[in-house]
């Protein structure tokens, strides 16, 4: 009996659990943009149920509990005209929006595969329809889509892939741009988003390579991650005042984006977010709110140029922030900030016992790193253009991976005190002509790669240093 019980109480507790989770998930994920239903299992069974599927010749589509209808897929594999409409009634039932989640439930992948497709130039959603994706946020983990910087994800939304597409009608009353929803409509050189839209989703428009322009509405409150990354041909666009964060890769990519002025509500600027901005130009001005400036967030915007201020707020900078930002010539710390300081084109922390960046473009032939920095950034002297020679501080204890990126240093001197040089520290390096390492049992990097293959190691013999040049089979001098 006990036994029965505590196999009773059991399942209970994991039926309680798995409720909660729903609960809980979807209350955190559907931000009010997609509450057709309390949990995303029951949307997948409801609306991928074939059973229930009714089709209009055009459509197949599932009449709700409500009466309304959700397209599941477009199935005339013949149709060959130029505007394709997304109608607001289908027999009668109003239409509430169109289902999508894998590839099996792309509502164009039937067209794509018969190439008809390639037809259409021209979209229109027919007003009232205030959903194009009832999945939405509810079904989706919020770091489902978190990816590292070489990582390739293809969100496939609705209208993603219709390479000809150049026209879009969206309805006033739609509220969100969903997922991937314009990914890879490489014909598209600009849109109109309605007013009422409040959420543009992950990779909504990624490499929409002739999007020149795009006017995002005033009620805007997020921009979700890579929602315009390697939008190539896009030269401005305007950043309403309700954004507080610029997520991940948001515009990473667009190289010919040459000015935007940040809202001065922001906060946060997230991991990559104008990385390779290329043509991004002039004194960027930081907001005053910003407190943190992710991981290579400027990476590669060399056209920026004069001091980059850095706001009061401001608690954190990423690895390789401003990376190859070789215009910049300096950085300007707002009175009464408490964790940065500068000197001469160097960012340091407050104390000055680590080093965030080294701006690429410091014309300084040698520099020798204080005595009081204990640390470096990953990317700390990544691209430099005209140091030469550098020496390490003597309480420095390891070389971060890719510190020395792509520079153009001829001579590195480590000291004792180093007993650490981490994989890629000295990656891309090909103008590097001498490295010394004076502790003998530094542990030395396993992978190294693009490095001059003519530089001499300089080091103890049997040492570690020794090991690594015989390895690497680059010439070793010993040091007596």
Same mark, same amino acid.
């Given at each position: ?190 849109? $109109? !988003? *309605? =007013? %009422? +839209?409040?959420? &543009?989703?992950?990779?909504? /428009?990624?490499?929409?390579? @002739? #999007? ?72 960027? $001005? !930081? *907001? =005053? %709110? +910003?407190?943190? &400036?992710?991981?290579?967030? /400027?990476?590669?915007?060399? @056209? #920026? ?176």
């Amino acid at each position: 009996m006990k036994k029965i019980l505590s196999l009773f109480l059991a399942i209970l507790t994991i039926f309680s659990v798995v409720s909660m989770a729903s609960g809980a998930f979807a209350s955190e994920y559907d931000g009010n943009y997609n509450a057709f239903d309390d949990d995303g299992a029951a949307i997948i069974q409801k609306y991928t149920n074939t059973e229930k599927s009714k089709s209009n010749g055009t459509f197949i589509y599932i009449v709700d509990d409500d009466g309304t209808a959700v397209i599941q897929k477009v199935v005339d594999k013949n149709y060959t005209g130029k505007t394709f409409v997304i109608p607001a009634k289908i027999d009668g039932h109003k239409v509430k929006g169109i289902y999508i989640d894998t590839n099996a439930y792309q509502p164009f992948a039937d067209l794509k595969k018969s190439g008809n497709a390639d037809t259409i130039t021209s979209v229109k959603v027919e007003e009232g329809i205030t959903q194009l994706d009832v999945m939405g946020l509810i079904n989706r983990p919020k770091d489902s889509f978190y990816l590292d910087e070489y990582s390739v994800k293809t969100i496939h939304g609705i209208f993603s892939d219709l390479k000809n597409l150049t026209k879009v009608s969206l309805p006033s009353t739609l509220r969100a741009i969903d997922a991937g929803m314009f990914s890879y409509c490489t014909s598209l050189k600009s849109i $109109k !988003i *309605p =007013d %009422k +839209v409040e959420f &543009i989703d992950y990779a909504a /428009f990624l490499n929409c390579t @002739s #999007l020149k322009s795009i006017k995002l509405p005033s009620k805007l409150k997020r921009i979700s991650e890579r929602a315009f990354r390697d939008c190539v041909s896009l030269e401005t666009i305007n950043i309403p005042t309700n954004i507080e964060k610029i997520e991940t890769m948001t515009f990473s990519g667009c190289k010919n984006l040459k000015s935007i002025k940040l809202p001065s509500k922001l906060t946060s600027i997230g991991i990559a977010a104008f990385a390779y901005c290329e043509s991004l130009s002039g004194n960027l $001005k !930081i *907001p =005053d %709110k +910003v407190r943190v &400036i992710e991981d290579k967030a /400027f990476y590669g915007c060399k @056209s #920026l140029t004069g001091k980059m201020r850095l706001p009061k707020k401001l608690e954190k900078v990423g690895d390789g922030a401003f990376a190859f930002c070789s215009g910049l010539t300096g950085f300007r710390i707002a009175d009464g900030n408490k964790y940065f300081s500068q000197k001469g084109g160097v960012l340091f922390n407050k104390d000055k016992t680590k080093i965030y960046c080294y701006l690429s473009g410091k014309e300084t032939k040698e520099y020798k790193v204080p005595s009081t920095v204990k640390s470096v950034s990953s990317y700390a002297f990544a691209g430099t253009k005209y140091l030469q020679k550098i020496t390490l501080s003597d309480k420095m204890k390891k070389v971060p991976s890719y510190a020395f990126y792509k520079s153009k240093v001829k001579t590195i001197i480590l000291p004792k005190s180093i007993n650490q040089v981490k994989d890629f520290a000295f990656d891309g390096c090909k103008k590097l002509k001498s490295l010394t390492v004076r502790n003998p049992k530094c542990d030395m990097p396993y992978y190294c790669n693009g490095i001059n293959k003519k530089m001499t190691v300089y080091g103890y013999k049997n040492s570690t240093a020794q090991k690594f040049a015989k390895k690497a089979k680059l010439k070793f001098v010993e040091i007596k």
